[in-house]
């Protein structure tokens, strides 16, 4: 239906959101290369990694009049078809002045799509959702790679933050901690990733030489490079763990017992997810079973 066609694409939202839409942006790009997103700057740092080509709308969801400039820029490109990968209050408005303002059909979940996927919302993974959706354009998914990690390499990967507005899904670091030491133990080599956010961690981490403290020095290009030679990777719920499971290599994914823990759990083969009402209450003992399984 869209092959040949004129596609925008709408796609903002946080790191790890845009992460779980990767392999559905593969497959649209896949079945019609020419392509639009629209997104925020910070939203384009992370779809350059798809390494694929796309022209550019730059959306930083600022004051209305920005706003309208960049729904007259939409209108001003003519798309055949508008496919809204975001599907949030703002990009229904976004429809809904496409609809009166252009020729484009769109797909979405909002009211105003031309080919609306009825979204079950916390009912589905958020994967498995975009790719309905997609299919109601006929858009075929695309076969995930399969990447097969080194296994003689003696080493994992430890997410142990999260970023500041998800301090509620940090399973305690002193949990961690016991993780490290029973890896260690074993001479096996962590790798401890995060970011900025996770700096509060950074000083807590012990001096060893199987520990690599890569604390806001974990660009992706490199935790992709070290995930491919890893056994398992251990994370709370944070953009790392997303990202690595779209790479489909297995997670212990530890995350607190909510609509998420189903929504954005990793779908990778051989993951693992570790959950409790209460992400405190979880056992270090259990994590450590789950670890036996791997190393």
Request: hydrophobic share 35%.
């Amino acid at each position: 239906m869209v092959h040949n066609k004129k596609i925008l694409i709408i796609k903002h939202g946080s790191t790890g959101d845009i992460f779980m839409s990767f392999n559905v942006l593969k497959s649209i790009i896949n079945h019609n290369p020419n392509i639009t997103i629209c997104s925020t700057k910070t939203g384009f740092k992370t779809l350059k990694l798809l390494n694929s080509n796309f022209k550019e709308i730059t959306d930083d969801r600022g004051k209305f009049i920005e706003t309208i400039k960049v729904l007259l820029k939409i209108k001003k490109k003519k798309f055949d078809y508008i496919i809204d990968l975001q599907n949030s209050t703002r990009s229904s408005i976004y429809l809904l002045f496409i609809k009166l303002f252009s020729n484009a059909k769109s797909n979405g979940t909002s009211v105003f799509s031309s080919f609306r996927y009825k979204s079950k919302n916390y009912k589905e993974h958020v994967i498995t959702g975009l790719y309905k959706q997609i299919k109601l354009l006929n858009i075929p998914k695309m076969q995930n790679h399969i990447y097969i990690p080194n296994n003689k390499i003696n080493q994992v990967i430890i997410v142990p933050g999260s970023s500041k507005s998800g301090q509620d899904k940090r399973w305690p670091f002193e949990n961690y901690l016991k993780v490290i030491e029973y890896l260690t133990s074993k001479k096996i080599r962590c790798y401890i990733i995060g970011g900025q956010d996770e700096k509060d961690i950074e000083k807590m981490i012990p001096t060893n030489k199987y520990i690599i403290n890569l604390i806001n020095n974990s660009p992706w290009d490199y935790v992709k490079k070290i995930a491919l030679k890893s056994k398992i990777t251990i994370s709370n719920d944070t953009s790392a763990m997303h990202f690595i499971s779209n790479l489909n290599l297995p997670v212990i994914a530890i995350m607190k017992d909510n609509i998420y823990a189903f929504r954005n759990r990793p779908l990778s083969d051989n993951s693992i997810i570790i959950k409790n009402k209460n992400i405190n209450d979880i056992p270090t003992k259990i994590v450590i079973k789950a670890l036996s399984k791997y190393v």
